[in-house]
Each structure stands twice: as structure tokens, then as C-alpha cells.
């Protein structure tokens, strides 16, 4: 995800959730900022969501952050 390459991203950047624990450890690493978590729980403290997915998934992961019951209102999805 291009948007990932600004630093001022990357400072802000909080809980990253991917298809599993060890690619969103494998995507910390190379940004060196953010924490890996394994669940949509873990997403309830970011006011901002920034979905980057591949076209072909993004309904996949769209349904997964809706069918998690977290509390969205006042909260911001930005699919990339």
C-alpha cells in the first residue's frame, strides 16, 4: 500500500491486522513502525481503519470488520 511509504504514516501507524499473526509481524518489520495483532478486537483502539487489501479480498475483509462487534460510530474506514 503506497500510502504506508509516508513517514508521517508510519508514525501514527497503531494495530496492523492481516490473514494471520505472522504476516502482520512480517509487515511491521519492514515498516519498523506499528504493533502485529491477531485479532479485530485489537483494531477497537484506532479511530482510524485503513483497509488495504487487493480488490479480489476486499469484500472478504469489508464483511470480517462488520460481522466483529466493535463499536464504529465516530470511526473511520479508509479502503485503500
Known sequence: CG????????????????????????????LRAGRAVADY??????????LCVPDSLAMQAIKELVQ?????SGRTVVIW
Do not use: F, M, Y
Open 41 to 50: 478486537a485489537d483494531l477497537q483502539e484506532a479511530r482510524v481503519v485503513l
Open 68 to 72: 466483529h462487534e466493535a463499536e464504529w
Open 3 to 30: 500510502c504506508l511509504q509516508s513517514p508521517r504514516v508510519r508514525d501514527q501507524l497503531g494495530p496492523v491486522k492481516a490473514t494471520n499473526i505472522r504476516t502482520a509481524s512480517r509487515l511491521v518489520n519492514r
